[in-house]
């Protein structure tokens, strides 16, 4: 998905603080619409911040922002939803490019930091992976049930202690 929204930022001599304000266009909300298998996209933005960190590494912080639709689940009419996603990604040249396999993972704690790879930053990539993120996964129209058919409907099984009085009946 790099390609869909690039932004690449040089971090070389970054100063202490950078802020950039990137937008969608109308032809990357389109190709999204089409990959994301969205109804619309009518906005696409971030609000990030760039800062030094541990030397040579760098700290992106951000807000991402998005008016879409999505098919619902169960009837495919658009589900109106709002994005609006604060992230933190923090890059470093030294950070491991494969980490270990058994890495424990803690929701409470920071995700490490990932590699920093020829002093460039495609922010676009790190606020397009957040919206991405953040899209619901089953959007419901409001009212909107999932029925099976009954050509699909489980048959009842007879529960055991049915059968077992059909059982004694037959003997009596």
């Not at 939803?81 to 803690?106: C, G, M, T, W, Y």
């Not at 419901?140 to 049930?145: D, F, Q, V, Y």
């Not at 055991?160 to 037959?170: G, I």
Request: with cysteine; glycine share 4%.
């Amino acid at each position: 998905m790099t390609a869909l929204w690039s932004r690449p930022t040089n971090v070389r001599h970054l100063a202490d603080q950078t802020q950039l304000t990137i937008t969608a266009t109308d032809e990357e909300r389109a190709d999204l619409v089409e990959t994301l298998d969205l109804s619309a996209l009518d906005q696409l933005s971030a609000d990030i911040v760039l800062r030094a960190w541990r030397g040579d590494g760098v700290r992106v912080e951000g807000r991402v922002m998005a008016t879409l639709s999505q098919p619902c689940g169960v009837t495919l009419e658009p589900v109106p939803s709002q994005i609006d996603e604060r992230f933190e990604v923090k890059l470093h040249p030294d950070a491991a490019e494969n980490p270990a396999s058994d890495v424990d993972v803690d929701v409470e704690e920071a995700d490490p930091p990932e590699r920093l790879v020829a002093n460039t930053v495609d922010v676009g990539a790190i606020a397009l992976e957040h919206f991405v993120l953040a899209l619901d996964p089953y959007p419901r129209a409001p009212g909107a049930e999932f029925e099976l058919p009954e050509e699909f409907q489980p048959e009842e099984e007879p529960s055991p202690f049915a059968v077992l009085a059909s059982l004694k009946k037959a003997d009596s």
